[in-house]
């Protein structure tokens, strides 16, 4: 069965500040990994995705994640935060088949000025 | 660029009535999702649906619940006696793509009373 943990369920950085969420994730095969990002009264949007074509996965918005197979992680980092960061970050993982996604719990971020 | 649009985006409705949520997924997308955010928690998976049929359902997805593609451009949440923990946004969301990202609409905010 494939799960997913977000460790810390809010973060705080001020701007300009190194943005590290954290992601682990827990699967049976290869799987497919994915950063979302939701704004207040939005669906989720998609930041990034990792499909074993390259270990560190770039994505919109300045971020990226590195797939770690040894660690079992998949964490966001951005260089210098932005006020418009500010939002919930959810990690997910689907299997190769695209029946099922599961998300973390989420992990919001506060960009203070 | 196409849309999953989903109506209503707010629906109040009593405790024991049937609600339907409508999702109007991407033309060209085969694999179609719906989830459940109750406030502050966790997107959790309800339901996949591929080809015209359930593919995976989570344990949330019991007998209350049943889902449509009645006539090949919505899909249909239906909650058929809702109760008051049904109360949560649900979302809609498709995949052109098994382990592809997943486009989510902006949600439905039911609230049962």
């Known amino acids: 069965a494939q799960s997913v943990t977000q460790l810390g369920s809010h973060v705080s950085v001020s701007e300009g500040a190194l943005v590290l969420l954290r992601c682990n994730y827990s699967?049976?095969?290869?799987?497919?990994l994915f950063w979302y990002v939701q704004y207040p009264n939005q669906g989720l949007q998609l930041l990034l995705k990792?499909?074993?074509?390259?270990?560190l996965v770039k994505g919109i918005n300045g971020f990226e994640a590195e797939f770690k197979k040894s660690e079992t992680s998949f964490h966001l980092t951005k260089p210098s935060a932005h006020m418009s960061d500010a939002a919930e970050y959810f990690c997910?993982?689907?299997?190769?088949?695209?029946?099922?996604?599961?998300f973390g719990a989420g992990t919001r971020l506060f960009v203070k000025a | 660029e196409p849309e999953v649009t989903q109506t209503p985006s707010h629906q109040v409705t009593q405790m024991g009535q049937e609600v339907i949520l409508r999702c109007v997924p991407i033309?060209?997308?085969?694999?179609f999702y719906w989830y459940r955010q109750i406030l502050g928690q966790k997107v959790e998976f309800l339901v996949s649906?591929?080809?015209?049929?359930?593919?995976?359902k989570s344990e949330i997805f019991d007998d209350q619940f049943s889902v449509e593609r009645p006539d090949g451009s919505n899909f249909t949440l239906k909650i058929r006696s809702t109760k008051l923990e049904d109360s949560a946004m649900y979302f809609c969301?498709?995949?052109?793509?098994?382990?592809?990202?997943?486009?989510f609409g902006n949600g439905t905010r039911l609230t049962v009373t």
């Open positions: 997910a993982v689907s299997d190769t088949g695209g029946f099922k996604t599961i």
């Open positions: 699967s049976s095969v290869p799987p497919y």
């Open positions: 990792y499909t074993s074509a390259a270990t």
């Open positions: 033309s060209n997308h085969l694999y």
């Open positions: 649906f591929y080809n015209n049929e359930i593919s995976e």
């Open positions: 969301a498709g995949t052109g793509e098994g382990g592809s990202p997943l486009h």
